[in-house]
Each structure stands twice: as structure tokens, then as C-alpha cells.
């Protein structure tokens, strides 16, 4: 594995086209300056003095995969609400198809809000619902989707779930049937929810936390034994081609049914984790698309999720910031 493969695989990712399912979120910033305690309860003040819209959710996998390289193609439902028309102008902003996105009266859309102060989160606020797309929405998008594949003839496909109910079961299975049939790999970024729901799937991508509960292992360690142990567990229940568990600090565990490798995170100066996630997921489905070994996968995943932690809020990582981490690993 030499810098120069490795760079190729990167620039491989322009070509690829990428669907990309899941729960849409619509992240507001309301920034401002805390000069006072309220008189009605002891809480602060913030005057705000400026409101900020970004994607969030799945569309920000979208917004990575975009800055990549790669052309996303978003699938979701959204509200048909003030919420869900930001999402729609910031997706058209960003030259994001709205080709998969479908309103619904009986949806609102997911808001995350964050009250910030001098860098400093304050309080966050949500808005959503998270129980299941009524059966008609559900059959709307996935007769979308199914278009969509036979349209575009994607590269891969990423469920990217938050738990908000767009993704569900049925979909799920019909979406990965089709997927095999036609030899399009899935990748996973799973919630509680549907965590053993997404058997055939091509890679798999838990995080510590969700892959304890998940399994209910609640002590299960960093280290390689435990992971290939919860790697063996898994495919039991729900077989997978490769499994990419993220493990925070103590970096990144990648198998197969041949081979797995642990790799351990650079030392970096974290700002905030928040989308790292969506980066790994971006990157290693766009690896695995370019037939990236595994080792490959593990280190290009490892960079990106490292690079976005060392910026505050949800940054997308770009196809340039990846070769640059690349250039730093010092292999010829």
C-alpha cells in the first residue's frame, strides 16, 4: 500500500455515482452574545445576532460524498414545512439532485437547533418524529429509489439511518435484494433501530456505542479479539461482507471473512466530533467502490474521520484534505 495507490483510489472517487438513503436533518446554529441572566428564571440570556441553516443527516453524507468527488443522489422523505423548504434551497445551493427528495403533509422535518455563544453550545433543541413513514410514503420512496437505481445505475448505495423513520425494514430488504441483484455494494451506517436489519449488506459500519447495544455487548473492548469476536457474533446473526467499526480515540477495526486489521488514530488536536461519522462513511463507501483493499479502506477512513475532528461543527471532507493526510503518512 504505497501513497501513489492510494492517491489513484482518491481520484477514482470522480467517477462514481452514489445513492445515498436515510433521515434528512435540517441543522440550525443561532449564534450570539450571553450579557445577562435572565429575570425569570436563572438561566442566560442570548441575543442573538445571527441564524444559520446547514444539511444535516444523510445529506450531509451527501455533501461529503460531493466534496469527494462523487455525485450523491439523495433519497429521503421530508415535512412539506418551513423546515423541509430550507432543506430543499440549501440542497439546490449546494447542486444536490432533488430527484429522491418527496415532501409529506403527515412528516415534519428534523431540526436539530444549537444556541451558541463565543464557540460555546449553550442548549440544543430537537424537533422530530421518529416513528415510521406512513405506508404510502414508504412505498413513494421506495418506488423512487428503485427508479432511481434503474436510471442512474449507481456505483453504491449508503443507508446513512438516524433513527427518524424514513428507513424501515421493508425497504431495507427490498433495497439490498436489488442491490445484489444488479452487484451494487451497500454500505451501513446503522441506528438501534434497525441494527440487525440489513443482512447481505456489503459493509457495515457501527460505532462502539451502537455495536454494545446492538449486540448486547456492554463490555466489549477496543482490542482486536473482542472486535473479531463481535465480528464473528454478527455474521451469525446477520451476515456481512466486511464489517468497518469506528472506535473513537483508539481508531478503526476493518474485516472480512479473510482478513481484518485494527488501526490505530493519529494524535490530533480534537474541535468537535460531530459528522466525523458521515465522513468515515462517505469514504470508506467510496473506497470500497474503486475496490480499495481493506487495509486501504481502514487508513483512508481513519484520515477522514481524524481530519474533520480537528475543525468545529459538521465540516465535509474534501478529496484534497484526503490526499493531504495521505501525503503525511510518509509511505512511498
Avoid at 463507501?285 to 477522514?304: F, H
Wanted: aromatic share 4%; with cysteine; proline share 4%.
Amino acid at each position: 500500500m504505497s501513497n501513489r495507490s492510494l492517491i489513484d483510489k482518491i481520484d477514482a472517487f470522480n467517477s462514481l455515482k452514489v445513492l445515498v438513503i436515510g433521515d434528512v436533518i435540517l441543522d440550525a446554529y443561532y449564534s450570539g452574545k450571553v450579557n445577562r441572566i435572565s429575570p425569570e428564571a436563572p438561566v442566560p440570556v442570548l441575543d442573538i445576532a445571527k441564524k444559520e441553516y446547514r444539511l444535516g443527516g444523510a445529506a450531509n453524507v451527501a455533501l461529503n460524498l460531493q466534496a469527494l468527488g462523487a455525485q450523491p443522489i439523495l433519497c429521503s422523505i421530508i415535512g412539506s414545512d418551513f423546515a423541509g423548504r430550507q432543506v430543499l434551497d440549501l440542497m439546490t445551493t449546494a447542486q444536490l439532485s432533488l430527484d429522491g427528495i418527496h415532501s409529506s403533509a403527515s412528516r415534519i422535518t428534523s431540526v436539530k437547533t444549537r444556541l451558541v455563544s463565543n464557540n460555546n453550545q449553550l442548549i440544543r433543541m430537537d424537533e422530530e418524529q421518529t416513528d415510521a413513514l406512513l405506508e404510502s410514503d414508504d412505498s413513494r420512496l421506495g418506488k423512487s429509489i428503485e427508479d432511481l437505481i434503474d436510471k442512474n445505475g449507481p456505483d453504491a448505495i449508503v443507508f446513512e439511518d438516524y433513527d427518524k423513520g424514513v428507513v424501515g425494514a421493508r425497504l431495507i430488504t427490498k433495497v439490498i435484494a436489488k442491490a445484489r441483484t444488479l452487484g451494487i455494494p451497500v454500505s451501513v451506517d446503522p441506528k438501534k433501530n434497525n441494527f440487525l436489519s440489513y443482512a447481505g449488506a456489503t459493509l457495515y459500519k457501527p460505532n462502539m456505542k451502537e455495536l454494545r447495544e446492538g449486540l448486547n455487548m456492554p463490555n466489549l473492548a477496543a482490542n482486536k479479539d473482542d472486535l473479531q469476536n463481535a465480528f464473528g457474533l454478527l455474521n451469525d446473526i446477520m451476515p456481512v461482507e466486511l464489517v468497518l467499526f469506528t472506535l473513537s480515540s483508539d481508531g478503526v477495526f476493518i474485516a472480512s471473512h479473510e482478513a481484518s486489521h485494527l488501526l490505530e488514530t493519529q494524535t490530533r488536536d480534537i474541535s468537535d466530533v460531530s459528522g466525523a461519522g458521515d465522513s468515515v462513511i462517505s469514504v470508506a463507501t467510496c473506497a470500497k467502490a474503486v475496490n480499495a483493499s481493506l487495509e486501504e479502506i481502514a487508513l483512508l477512513s481513519n484520515l477522514a474521520g481524524g481530519w474533520v475532528c480537528q475543525f468545529p461543527g459538521v465540516v465535509p471532507i474534501t478529496s484534497d484534505a484526503l490526499k493531504s493526510e495521505v501525503m503525511k503518512t510518509n509511505k512511498p
